[in-house]
């Protein structure tokens, strides 16, 4: 297959009607899969209500059919279709968080989406992106899209239409460029079918945002306790993956700097994943600064790009600094220890 390239300068006016943007959505009613670029990660949209569309994705990205796709809208009122009723504390978070890097689980009217896109769960995953380009997509297409990260299963995710080819050329109708990505790592996943919603997935926005709109909110337990079975199928994968085994390093630079010459001695090619503040502390084959400690937010939104920029530099074996798990800090030390199969090597 053919994967056309849409570029979209997010900034014109009247992106609904953009030919790129039209073009696109024609292919999504057609059933065919178009990857878009969101405020977190690229997105591989198809239709949401058809069996057809959904099983192209998950074909495109190997997915494990057993992992449920969030489903994407343009305007809150089209989830009345497909829900069975909107919880109080859903709809305050909607009217704080959307559009925006939030999703929010809600019990599923049967008979309405296709099933394989929910793979086959009576609860369904709905969220409302904050890009312009995504938007006006969605408002054409007047379809709720069901749309993964559009990545190859287990690799980092997309963040900016280059990942995508890399990742899926041939392999979808098309990629929509509308350049890189803010957030940088993928939504917060929120279950509100609880009496007390727990968050799946820390991501985009944090624990305490959410706390400040509805009061308490758990985290699931398998965030902390490797052995609970997680709420969301999709957090029991290894994923984000670089191709070369990654550590995260607990401890002094010192240590790490340690850490980097045994293993350079043994005669492999290390790469380490640092800051703008530390980068020129380490010596070492390959050093990347992914963002500035200082602004956590710049460290997410550079995380998946640096991982991949490893796979480039063909290195042996990746040592990482260590984050802390407040605010979207949460998010990144979910996403490394995830690439790193949670290995660990602590001073
Ligand atoms: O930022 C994002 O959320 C991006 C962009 C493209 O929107 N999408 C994304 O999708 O990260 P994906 O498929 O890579 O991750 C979806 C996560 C998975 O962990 C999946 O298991 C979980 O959400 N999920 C989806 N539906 C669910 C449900 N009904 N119950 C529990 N977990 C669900
Ligand atoms: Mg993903």
Redo the contacts with the bound molecule.
Sequence with gaps: MNTKVWKVDKYVDNLENNPQVVDAAHFLQENEVVALP?E????LGGNAKSDVAVEKIFAAKGRPSD????I?IADKKQINAFVTDIPEKAELLMEKFWPG?L?I?FK?KAGVLSNKA??G?D???V?M?DHPVALALLKKCQLPIA????NSSGKP?PTNAQHVIDDLDGKIAGVLDGGATGVGV??T?V?CTEEIPVI??P??VTKEQLEMVIGDVHLDAALSDETSKP?????KYQHYAPNAPLYLVNGSQSFLQHVIEEKRNAGLRVGVLATEESVGDYTSDVVIACGKRSELETVAAALYETLRAFNQEKVDVIFSEMFPSTGVGHAIMNRLQKAAGNKMIIE
């Design positions: 969101t977190t990660v690229y997105g992992n449920p796709l969030i994407h890097p999703t689980i599923k929910t793979a769960l609860t369904v995953a969220r992106p749309a993964p990260s559009a995710s993928e939504s996943v279950d799946l997935r991501g985009g709420k969301a199928p999709g957090m």
